[in-house]
T-cell receptor
Framework: LAKTTQPISMDSYEGQEVNITCSHN???????ITWYQQFPSQGPRFIIQ???TKVTNEVASLFIPADRKSSTLSLPRVSLSDTAVYYC????????????FGTGTKLQVIP | GAVVSQHPSWVICKSGTSVKIECRSL??????MFWYRQFPKQSLMLMAT?????????EQGVEKDKFLINHASLTLSTLTVTSAHPEDSSFYIC???????????FGPGTRLLVL
């Protein structure tokens, strides 16, 4: 299982772009990267998923360099409602999936 | 799409009683469902994985006789906390995926308080 490392916390002002980086040095060929967002007392919400290069959807972008040993979740123009914990997960596409949540990154958006 | 519900959203019970939590995939069939527990200010901890029609696979340190999991259909899994004690008080979250290797979609969680 690829272990992930993220900053424990980040602060950002409203309207700014926020980039959260996750390290996964021992990612395997069949692994892909998924990011979730969790608000207090709620279940995690799927944000974005990718295997390599760049993926973009209506809420975020995911940048994955060629060596795939890290990934960056980019949130454009954050608002107060984006204050949450963001989890980076590395999951295997080739077999039994065992999910290990790391500590996540607590993003605090400041007015 | 990919909506997962849990019931109840919160429950308070007396020590020694059993509590059942339901997890449903509302708009897709979930071959695999997962159960997690989350204590305050901590990350999610996987308790067990269940595949429809099969016995659940429990993580190390999770008592299978205490946390009974049933996944009898492709849209419903239940977690029963038997003989609950105050230390079982936690936030229980389920997730569901179409297959064991696809994206997991999480329920809203169930807050359990054992008095």
């Amino acid at each position: 299982l690829a272990k992930t490392t993220q900053p424990i916390s980040m602060d950002s002002y409203e309207g700014q772009e926020v980039n959260i980086t996750c390290s996964h040095n021992n990612i395997a060929t069949n692994d892909y990267i998924t990011w979730y967002q969790q608000f207090p007392s709620q279940g995690p919400r799927f944000i974005i998923q990718g295997y390599k290069t760049k993926v973009t959807n209506e809420v975020a972008s995911l940048f994955i360099p060629a060596d795939r040993k890290s990934s960056t979740l980019s949130l454009p123009r954050v608002s107060l409602s984006d204050t949450a914990v963001y989890y980076c997960l590395v999951l295997n596409s080739g077999g039994y999936q065992k999910v290990t949540f790391g500590t996540g990154t607590k993003l605090q958006v400041i007015p | 799409g990919a909506v997962v519900s849990q019931h109840p959203s919160w429950v308070i019970c007396k020590s020694g009683t059993s509590v059942k939590i339901e997890c449903r995939s509302l708009d897709f069939q979930a071959t695999t469902m997962f159960w997690y527990r989350q204590f305050p200010k901590q990350s999610l901890m996987l308790m067990a994985t269940s595949n429809e029609g099969s016995k659940a696979t429990y993580e190390q340190g999770v008592e299978k006789d205490k946390f009974l999991i049933n996944h009898a259909s492709l849209t419903l899994s239940t977690l029963t906390v038997t003989s609950a004690h105050p230390e079982d008080s936690s936030f229980y979250i389920c997730s569901a995926s179409r297959t064991s290797v696809e994206t997991q979609y999480f329920g809203p969680g169930t807050r359990l308080l054992v008095l």
